[in-house]
């Protein structure tokens, strides 16, 4: 293998190509640095003569600041990955960068969060990962933000976490279940340590046994589609079936149609309601026509952006964004 | 707000409280440094009493690789998603991290591409995305590996690219369709300028006409769901239709699907013909259920990986990567 020389001309070089002093060619570099028009042209020229670049590590150094947020994301569901694809556009457009880290969602993140330390991140963004409180608190000392989107554990010093409205959305979809005529239902879990699915299958069960209505058979779908088939096949075998399933989330709501469907060639909505939790664009295809609480990727980056941008100077502790019902096809009786 | 003082002890902190010089403090923390077992225990004491870390982005400084893969993507399709999804743990795994900027699919990317050299990536991945020869010649000489995924244009220097074999896979689809008893045909392009599109929509049209059938009725799709509903009306309300209709990617396949089910009410395979390329997820799905050529998430990685690790002095100009015929329901006529 061949060695590479330093490709990297300094800003010594371009002090000496440009006759003015080092000093010079960092001001020039410097928006609001004083320095005669004259002078950071000659330094312009020369810095582009010799394919001079400043160095924003060495910047990011001096000013303890690095212009990166670190963002540590789970294998990755759909809903994660609209916000993530959404959330780079932002930061992009106020001159931020995302340095990514994955994470298997089942361990927590530990390991990537103290990389993201050693590469001074100005922020750390999880999605869909969990915080030991130890790497919390030693974020809380650096003073580096932890903003945790979606699986947070709550109350956990120095992590602010931003979520759906797990509850009262919830809520929402056992009102419009039981307006539709459903009577008996079903829950597809995430896994049992989500606080999201926990929140979800609480509010769900919690409306439907204040009238009186049995609480819902249940299994585990793991927030996977492979977990999803499974469960899907579980809870449409149980006698009697029950009438309406609400899913965690949309992706595994997605299977259990799948499974409905071509498997036990059951009428969606007729047959068996379906409902799931997130609002992710497959939903809305005709194919799937899937009722959902949804939360707009737009109003978590609404709220993300201003914690992350130095705006705010105490990030509040929890966010939590309301979203919608979108009534559809799969959970229409007639 | 409150003006954050420094939350970072440096390796003088360090070697004040260890009682060690600041020469052993760095040895301390590199890896293959001689320096005695008691002095490394000192050092790690007291730099876990201060919480202090090294500094990557200083030793990046002096190495001069920074350790960061850049990566550009355009809004993201589902297959560049996968790819991302995977390339992102393969760069985990050996302690690589991917410093993301999005860009607009449609622009060429000379400012992302400037950005990510001033942070000192150590190579660039472009996915979905373009990048002027000029960007390619100042990343040449600045030595930064470029490699385009995808949508890249050939023979650019400095620039390695890796695609699917989108001739050779584009007529095997041609090959499976005529074997399946379709004789007239449509295809749905991407933009006009992709050369991924460009080929593939070439080798299906030089199978067909080779064998005297006529050349594909076309409309264009744009590589996007929109564009691939306004596409798939065009293409199916053609008198007579095409009898199977091969688009460009799976994305716009199962556009069109929905199209032909759920507003013209056809028969998909029996009455229609559906093909698509890359291989996502969702073709494997019962619902569409959709012939593709698919290529491996896996073997882009696998050819992608050894570029980026410093595994190979040279890169290849181009790597074309061959997948292999999905055939599924969507093209089966009976």
Redesign the interface.
């Known amino acids: 293998?061949?060695k590479?020389t330093?490709?990297?001309p300094t800003a010594h070089d371009v002090a000496r190509l440009a006759g003015v002093s080092q000093a010079a060619v960092s001001r020039a570099f410097t928006t609001k640095a004083s320095i005669a028009l004259a002078t950071r042209n000659k330094v312009f020229e020369a810095a582009n003569a010799l394919?001079y670049?400043?160095?924003?590590?060495?910047r990011?150094?001096i000013k303890?600041k690095?212009g990166?947020v670190g963002v540590v994301?789970s294998?990755?569901s759909p809903f994660c990955?609209a916000v993530l694809?959404a959330f780079?556009?932002r930061l992009?457009d106020v001159?931020k960068?995302?340095?990514?880290?994955?994470?298997d969602g089942a361990k927590a993140v530990d390991k990537?969060v103290?990389?993201l330390?050693?590469?001074?991140v100005d922020a750390i963004v999880l999605i869909g990962v969990r915080v030991t409180a130890k790497q919390a608190r030693?974020c809380h000392?650096?003073?580096?933000p932890i903003i945790a989107f979606s699986r947070s554990p709550r109350n956990m010093k120095g992590v602010a976490s931003i979520t759906s409205d797990n509850v009262a959305g919830s809520e929402v979809i056992a009102r419009h279940l039981i307006a539709q005529g459903y009577r008996t239902f079903g829950y597809m879990a995430g896994p049992e340590e989500s606080k999201a699915s926990q929140e979800r299958e609480a509010g769900f069960t919690a409306h439907l046994t204040s009238l009186g209505l049995p609480a819902p058979e249940r299994a585990v779908g793991q927030f996977h589609r492979a977990g999803a088939f499974e469960a899907a096949r579980s809870l449409l075998s149980r006698t009697p079936r029950p009438e309406a399933i609400f899913c965690a989330t949309d992706e595994m709501a997605l299977a259990l149609?799948?499974v409905a469907?071509?498997?036990l060639n059951l009428a969606i909505g007729r047959e068996v309601g379906v409902a799931g939790f997130d609002g992710i664009e497959e939903a809305a295809?005709?194919?799937?026509d899937l009722t959902t609480y949804s939360t707009p990727v737009e109003s978590v980056i609404g709220h993300l952006s201003p914690m992350l941008l130095?705006e705010q100077?105490e990030l509040p502790l929890h966010t939590v964004i309301t979203g919608k019902l979108e009534a559809r096809g799969s959970t229409r009786r007639d």
Chains 1, 2 share one sequence.
Request: net charge negative.
């Open positions: 293998m061949t590479r330093s490709p990297h394919g670049r400043p160095n924003l590590l060495a990011s150094l303890g690095s990166m994301i294998p990755l990955m694809d780079s556009a992009s001159g960068h995302m340095l990514v880290f994955t994470n990537p103290e990389a330390m050693k590469f001074r030693q000392e650096a003073q580096v149609i799948e469907r071509h498997e295809w005709p194919t799937f130095d100077p």
